[in-house]
T-cell receptor, first 114, second 114 residues
Framework: DTAVSQTPKYLVTQMGNDKSIKCEQNLGHDTMYWYKQDSKKFLKIMFSYNNKELIINETVPNRFSPKSPDKAHLNLHINSLELGDSAVYFC?????????????FGQGTRLTVV | DQQVKQNSPSLSVQEGRISILNCDYTNSMFDYFLWYKKYPAEGPTFLISISSIKDKNEDGRFTVFLNKSAKHLSLHIVPSQPGDSAVYFCAAIPDGGSQGNLIFGKGTKLSVKP
């Protein structure tokens, strides 16, 4: 049974479209995250939610909006997609938001904007 | 500006030998260091961590060494196995950093040859 699952695994879409990536964790964790791995392979945090409340919002364009309907889900909605948004997006969760606890990552969503 | 650097993009080792993966950092205020392992098309998996107040942490075949004066840490895998072939990410947490603020290096791809 997958601990952190993301859908879809691959997403190819045209510039200007709006798309969502879904994430669910069944670990009972309080904190969920979105990370972006760009073409240079750096993994950078985008958002962090603790018990449905936004904790971290790094410098990402307003076109990116996280939505947390409950503490087991953290979806990522992207408006007006641009070529530069192409990357692999990882969802993760951790037990109590303390960063040195092991993060559990989803398998990633490879987004390609054409 | 890269605060966590993994200068070797790849490393090839014979099965049974020691693998040594290196990581350098620039911020002396980092509080914790972590290593993650990533297989293709999967999310990163937590491997081992070390507090900045320690110089060594061991877990089975994996040992992490921290040299604070040199701002350097290394991951030793002994003995190396073909299943260890993956990308290894070094990550750091700033002292008092907000939840989820893991700063990752670019990763080192380890290949263990039978």
């Amino acid at each position: 049974d997958t601990a952190v699952s993301q859908t879809p695994k691959y997403l190819v879409t045209q510039m200007g479209n709006d798309k969502s990536i879904k994430c669910e964790q069944n670990l009972g964790h309080d904190t969920m995250y979105w990370y972006k791995q760009d073409s240079k392979k750096f993994l950078k945090i985008m958002f962090s939610y603790n018990n449905k409340e936004l904790i971290i919002n790094e410098t990402v364009p307003n076109r990116f909006s996280p939505k947390s309907p409950d503490k087991a889900h953290l979806n990522l909605h992207i408006n007006s997609l641009e070529l530069g948004d192409s990357a692999v997006y990882f969802c993760a969760s951790s037990q109590d938001g303390v960063a040195w606890r092991p993060f559990f990552f989803g398998q990633g969503t490879r987004l390609t904007v054409v | 500006d890269q605060q966590v650097k993994q200068n070797s993009p790849s490393l090839s080792v014979q099965e049974g030998r020691i693998s040594i993966l290196n990581c350098d950092y620039t911020n002396s205020m980092f509080d914790y260091f972590l290593w993650y392992k990533k297989y293709p098309a999967e999310g990163p998996t937590f491997l081992i961590s070390i507090s900045s107040i320690k110089d060594k942490n061991e877990d089975g075949r994996f040992t992490v060494f921290l040299n604070k004066s040199a701002k350097h840490l290394s991951l030793h895998i002994v003995p190396s196995q073909p299943g260890d072939s993956a990308v290894y990410f070094c990550a750091a947490i700033p002292d008092g950093g907000s939840q989820g603020n893991l700063i990752f290096g670019k990763g080192t791809k380890l290949s263990v040859k039978p």
